[in-house]
């Protein structure tokens, strides 16, 4: 059970277009999901924390206007990344936890986005 | 910036050996978690110890935790090549569920 799934696994956009990744919780119901960033050969970089029918929390230095997120519903996230830019390149990965406390997260196999 | 800092920042190996990773982290903390990434995949969560807690097994994982020193220890024992991934640690920021990762440990397992 706890499986996180992301869509796209991979995208290319071109410079000034908007990309939309998508995070689905499979088998169960994510009132938090959070989104991270990842460098090649880095570790994850907290972005924003998703929160089902309320804004997200983004992090200090992340601009909510670029990364919009969007938690619809209780087992959907989105993440646009709006009038994307060559250093927008990177592993997006979102998780997601089973509210119970224990704070273990559910992770989904992550987005590679590059911009040209 | 990243509360935990693991070392060694890369680890090589052959098969049936063990290997250690070490994580540190500054503040006080509820929980500590341990995450393997292979290459461009996402995170899968390996153990959780709980602050109360100093020793832990996982099947040939074995986590230590020292509280005083703010340290925590993976061991993976008789390692095997699909063992070869990057390992991190995690320790919650805060009582909604963030977690504050380590920069993370590349371990290479060589037949």
């Known amino acids: 059970g706890a499986v996180v799934s992301q869509h796209p696994s991979w995208v290319i956009c071109k410079s000034g277009t908007s990309v939309k990744i998508e995070c689905r919780s499979l088998d169960f119901q994510a009132t938090t999901m959070f989104w991270y960033r990842q460098f090649p050969k880095q570790s994850l970089m907290l972005m924003a924390t998703s929160n089902e029918g309320s804004k997200a929390t983004y992090e200090q230095g992340v601009e909510k206007d670029k990364f919009l997120i969007n938690h619809a519903s209780l087992t959907l996230s989105t993440l646009t990344v709006t009038s994307a830019h060559p250093e927008d390149s990177s592993f997006y990965i979102c998780s997601a936890d089973l509210g119970t406390g224990n704070y273990e997260q559910y992770f989904g196999p992550g987005t590679r986005l590059t911009v040209t | 910036s990243q509360q935990g800092e693991e070392d060694p920042q890369a680890l090589s190996i052959q098969e049936g050996e063990n290997a250690t990773m070490n994580c540190s982290y500054k503040?006080?903390?509820?929980?500590l978690q341990w995450y393997r990434q292979n290459s461009g995949r996402g995170l899968v969560h390996l153990i959780l110890?709980?602050?109360?807690?100093r020793e832990k097994h996982s099947g040939r994982l074995r986590v230590t935790l020292d509280t005083s020193k703010k340290s925590s220890s993976l061991l993976i024992t008789a390692s095997r090549a699909a063992d070869t991934a990057s390992y991190f640690c995690a320790t919650d920021r805060d009582s909604w569920g963030k977690l504050q990762f380590g920069a993370g440990t590349q371990v290479v397992v060589t037949p």
């Open positions: 503040t006080s903390i509820n929980n």
């Open positions: 110890i709980r602050s109360n807690e």
